[in-house]
Every structure is written in C-alpha cells, then in structure tokens.
C-alpha cells in the first residue's frame, strides 16, 4: 500500500510502501511540483530504487528552475539507502 | 518457501505477501525485512524489464541456511542476458550528473553479502545471500 496525502498548509506526506509498481502514481503527484517543497517521510515504510528514480528526476527538474524538494523524517532503513546511493547528497534532509 | 510470480511488476504485491510470510516464519527483525524486500523487488524488476524471450512467470525461492538468509530467482527460457550487472555507478555524482540507472543492483550489491549470477540452458539465475549477524540497516 502507498499513498501520497496532500493538505492545504502542511507539508505532501508520503505513506506506505513506496515499490516500483507505485512509481506511476509517484511520478504523476511529483510532476505537478513547480516550487520548493519539503515531502514528509515520516509514514514512509519502504523504497527502492524506483522511488528513488522518481524522486531525482523531479530534484533535476526543480534544480533547473532554482528549487528544490527537501525531504523530512526519513526512517532509518530509508535514510541508508539514501545515503548508499549517494542521495544524501543531492537532496536537503531534515 | 518457493513460489512462482507473473513476469509483471503488478506482482509486487502479492511478492511482498510472500516476503512477509516468510519474515515472520523466521521472526526476522525489521533490518533484515528491509533488506530482503529490497534485494526481491531489485532482483525481480530487473528480470521482468531486461528479460526477453522469458516464460510466463518467475520463480522466487527465500531459505535460511543457519546464519544466512538465502534468496534465490530463476528465470526460464530467456535470452542471454545483455545488460552487465557489474558494471559500477558512481554515487558521488553532483546532482546534475547523475542517472537512476543501475541504482538498485548497486543497492543490493551494498546491503547483502553475496551476489551471483548464472546462465545456463536457457535459465537465468541469481542468488543473494544475506548474514544474519551483519544487519547494518
């Protein structure tokens, strides 16, 4: 199960399992992201290199344009792999 | 435990199902859950997008040996294999420079102990294993 859940004033919060049979939806809530925004992973269980994908792609995108996404809460099983990938990096983390 | 999964990343699903049933067969902690969906889904995915001329379905196989978590997929029927598995990503790379390709083998390849490939007969092999005692994540 993966979810995207936005609210008007809080920060988009990702929940669940973020696997490569969920990156579709992902890419689709990512690419109407046009400012600086920070995702909030505190509910995020799981991702794997497809999530991962989706996110620098859209890090590429707002960085083009002087944004950026900042990326809030990791766990720490998420938090090795962005630092394994070499994520920890490219992307602000709180 | 063993079970066969359509080639199609809509089978996550009921593979994580799998997983799951096996973790708590194992009463595996978190860290090693973590790293077995990785590595299956990284594993599993690459076979369903770089595989041609493949059956219908995969097989996937997770066993514990002692102190090592065993996972093993096989896919049969398919062609050989045209993308090198081995072949390095530099995750160093500033922003602008990089690409996603390549990503999740190097994760795999970063989390378990052990990575090998097979081709033989027209079956493709893979076979991770993972040391209980070496849980870093």
């Known amino acids: 199960m993966f979810d995207v859940i936005r609210s008007e004033s809080g920060p988009l919060r990702f929940v669940g399992r973020l696997d490569a049979s969920q990156v579709d939806k992902t890419r689709a809530v990512l690419d109407t992201i046009s400012e600086s925004c920070v995702i909030d992973f505190a509910a995020l269980e799981y991702i794997s290199s497809a999530g991962l994908g989706a996110l620098l792609a859209t890090q590429k995108r707002l960085g083009d344009a002087g944004h950026s996404l900042t990326l809030a809460h990791l766990n720490k099983h998420i938090r090795e792999i962005f630092r394994i990938a070499g994520f920890d990096i490219v992307f602000p983390i709180e | ?137």
């Not at chain 2, 595996?28 to 059956?55: D, K, P, Q, S, Y």
């Not at chain 2, 790379?93 to 990089?98: C, G, H, K």
């Not at chain 2, 033989?120 to 994540?137: N, Q, S």
């Open chain 2, 1 to 137: 435990m063993k079970q066969s999964f359509a080639r199609n990343v809509s089978s996550l699903e009921e593979l994580f199902g799998f997983i799951e049933r096996f973790a708590e067969a194992q009463t595996l902690g978190e860290g090693v859950r973590f790293v077995v969906r990785l590595a299956v889904e990284e594993l599993f995915t690459n076979l369903v997008r770089h595989n041609t001329g493949g059956g219908a379905a995969i097989d996937v196989s997770l066993d514990r040996d002692g102190g090592e978590l065993i996972i093993r997929l096989a896919d049969f029927d398919v062609d050989p294999v045209s993308v090198d598995p081995d072949r390095p990503v530099d995750v160093d790379l500033p922003l602008a420079e990089r690409t996603p390709g390549g990503l999740g083998i190097h994760l795999v390849k970063s989390m378990v102990d052990s990575l090998t490939y097979e081709y033989e007969h027209r079956t493709f092999r893979v076979t991770a294993i993972k040391h209980l005692e070496d849980t870093h994540v």
